[in-house]
């Protein structure tokens, strides 16, 4: 069995001065392999996404959105307009090896902690930014959040049908792809510091992270005359990809179909229609919204267990589509284990998510909540004689 002193980031201190989600699952990451997570926060209010709701559900005071993303890590209240609050942060900084912070580009420089300042005092500490757009050009003062950065990152343009305009993710992939890359930038800067004795500053944005998710597909369109994507108006799932490639509506749910010749579709499916195209690869795109609404006509005619009765033993790439209720009621999930519960003194109790990853077979598992604002303040100040 894994216990915390045997996960890679055992014995590291991280101080995250972030907010939101960006920063924080970063850390988090950070924390599910083994790091010490200190959460500095404003007396009394603390991390602003502590009352940044997703529903009406409010434990121990918080929203669920903080607890997911803050579960495990401790909290040290720091007021940073004062000076004395300060040079007690400074000491800390002295002993800590990561330092992540997501302030607006120029804040974190008028409160005296930005690299080369944290640099002067810990030469080994590896120190983790992230901003909305970079640190310079005409965006930097733009509000760096996850709906306004996709909004310019074109990524809006691949999602959804051809008819629908602009289609937002229903997730904040921004933050989340953003907190990941830097996750990967601090990891880096760990092994470099660890072969030079050097610390290093990590930097990342969302739409750095935002552009960098869409790679395979811009790099089709700067090699291929700059021509737009343009997205299929029946079931797209992909803006460059051809029939049958999509989500259909079976008779009782949905079925999904990745890429799959049309002549052996139209075998498996006994749909003559499909003929005139089995044999032209090249239509298969250029006419893909015909194709594939031929193709929705016959799957609404049978269930989903009918046809994937008949596809997937044929070899097809295909899949129900789940709701919440049906991936967690499925023995693929289950054998994940991929849920736990994390609980605090105070009766606050709260299921959540676990790491993604495993170490040696086992998945790292947390079982303290996310902390009460400056919980851990007395204790940090003992311990590092603040």
């Known amino acids: 069995m894994t216990t915390s002193s045997d996960l890679p980031l055992a014995g590291l201190v991280v101080l995250d001065m972030s907010q939101f989600l960006s920063g924080p699952y970063a850390t988090l990451r950070l924390q599910d392999m083994g790091a010490r997570v200190i959460k500095i926060e404003r007396p009394g209010a603390g991390d602003l996404s502590r009352s940044l709701y997703l529903s009406d559900t409010e434990i121990g005071g918080d929203s669920t959105i903080f607890h997911a993303i803050n579960r495990g890590k401790e909290s040290l209240a720091i007021d940073l307009k004062s000076v004395a609050d300060v040079d007690r942060l400074k000491r800390l900084i002295a002993r800590a090896d990561v330092l992540v912070q997501n302030f607006r580009p120029g804040v974190i420089e008028r409160l005296g902690l930005d690299y080369e300042a944290v640099r002067a005092i810990n030469p080994r500490i590896v120190y983790g930014s992230i901003s909305g757009y970079g640190e310079e050009g005409p965006w930097v003062k733009r509000p760096g959040q996850d709906l306004l950065a996709q909004a310019r990152s074109g990524i809006m343009w691949l ?52 552009v960098d998710l869409q790679f395979e597909v811009l790099t089709t369109y700067l090699n291929d005359g700059r021509r737009m994507p343009k997205r299929s108006d029946f ?150 004689g603040l």
Request: contains cysteine; negative net charge.
């Open 235 to 384: 079931r797209s799932a992909h803006a460059y990809l051809s029939a049958p490639y999509g989500v259909y509506e079976a008779s009782d749910g949905y079925i999904a179909i990745a890429m799959t010749p049309i002549a052996r579709l139209q075998e498996l499916m006994d749909l003559e229609s499909l003929a005139p195209y089995a044999g032209d690869p090249k239509r298969w795109f250029t006419e893909r919204d015909a194709i594939k609404r031929l193709i929705g006509d016959a799957v609404r005619n049978r269930t989903v267990g009918e046809w994937l009765a008949i596809l997937e033993p044929a070899d097809i790439w295909c899949s129900p589509v789940y709701d919440w209720d049906e991936l967690l009621g499925s023995e693929g999930f289950a054998v994940l284990d991929m849920l736990q519960r994390v609980e605090r003194e105070d009766d606050v109790s709260i299921l959540t998510t676990r790491s993604p990853l495993r170490i040696d077979g086992v998945r790292p598992k947390m079982t303290r909540a996310a902390p009460r604002v400056g919980e851990h303040t007395e204790a940090i100040t003992r311990e590092f």
């Open 159 to 210: 999602t959804g049908d051809d008819s629908h305009g602009p289609v937002p993710m229903g997730l904040a992939i921004g933050d989340m792809f953003a907190g990941a890359a830097l996750a990967q930038g601090l990891l880096a800067g760990l092994v470099k510091r660890g072969i030079t004795g050097k610390g290093s500053h990590v930097q990342t944005s969302l739409l750095e992270t935002l």
